[in-house]
């Protein structure tokens, strides 16, 4: 089993930035794809960046493209999310995610994934 663990939200001014964390703990070599997504209230909860756990291209949501970056280290136990330029619509609970079993393609589909993190809030005001 796979343990997620997210942290560095806070709330920022309009145009701001912050760099969140993802701390990987368990069976940590099982891990094929990670990626980033968020849910504001009243909101579902939408795919924003993924990365395969062996580098390569990684996959963004339109909205966040050019202002977010998603890095993981070599380890496969750290995966980060540095957001730039941010909005008000930025603000959401943002949840680390991975896939541990076999298969799957990359993606921001939240069914792709089956190891989620308790979430890191991300507050933006104008």
């Known amino acids: 089993q796979v343990y997620l663990v997210e942290s560095g939200g806070g709330s920022v001014q309009d145009g701001g930035s912050l760099r969140l964390s993802c701390v990987a703990s368990g069976d940590t070599y099982k891990t094929r794809l990670m990626a980033w997504f968020r849910q504001a209230p009243g909101k579902e909860r939408e795919g924003v960046a993924a990365t395969y756990t062996g580098g390569g291209t990684p996959v963004y949501a339109d909205s966040v493209k050019g202002r977010f970056t998603i890095s993981q280290d070599s380890s496969r136990d750290r995966m980060s999310l540095i957001l730039n330029s941010l909005k008000p619509d930025d603000t959401a609970m943002y949840y680390c995610?991975?896939?541990?079993?076999?298969?799957?393609?990359?993606?921001?589909?939240?069914?792709?994934?089956?190891?989620w993190g308790q979430g890191t809030q991300v507050t933006v005001s104008s």
């Open positions: 995610a991975a896939r541990t079993v076999r298969g799957g393609t990359l993606d921001l589909n939240s069914s792709t994934y089956d190891a």
